[in-house]
C-alpha cells in the first residue's frame, strides 16, 4: 500500500471504541497482508502489547486462516525469537492459543476490507 494516505472512511459519529476496535482490525488485516507478502504459514507468534488485544489477535487469525498465539513475555525481540525458532514454549512464557473464528462475520469483514482496498486502487 505505499504511497497511499491513511483516512477513515464512513467513520462519522464514531466513538472512540468503535475506532479502536477498527485500528485494531486494521493492524491485524496489514499484518496478514504483510504475512502474505513473504509467504508466512503455520502458527503466528504475538508478543507484547499486541499480544494482550484479543480484537487484533483475533482477526489475525480470521485473516490468516493460522493459529495465533499470544505470549504475555513483553521482553521484546530476544523472547520472540527464540519462539520463532523453537515449536517448543518457553517455560517462563505464558501463551494464549488463538484459533480462527468460526463464526462467517469474521470472515466477512476480512473479504470487506479486502474489497474496498483493492477498490481504490
Known sequence: FPLRQAQWLNAD???GGERFVAISFYL???TAA?????GGDGP???EGPFARNRLFTGM???ATGRTVIASEAATG???GAALLASKE???HSKVETIEPQTDPIWAAYV???RGAVEARD
Do not use: F, R, Y
Not at 504483510?34 to 513473504?38: A, K, R, S, V
Open 89 to 91: 514454549t518457553p517455560a
Open 44 to 46: 503466528t507468534t504475538v
Open 77 to 79: 525481540t530476544s523472547i
Open 13 to 15: 459519529g464514531t466513538s
Open 60 to 62: 489475525l487469525a480470521a
Open 111 to 113: 473479504t470487506g476490507w
Open 28 to 30: 491485524a488485516l496489514m
Open 34 to 38: 504483510c504475512l502474505e507478502l513473504i
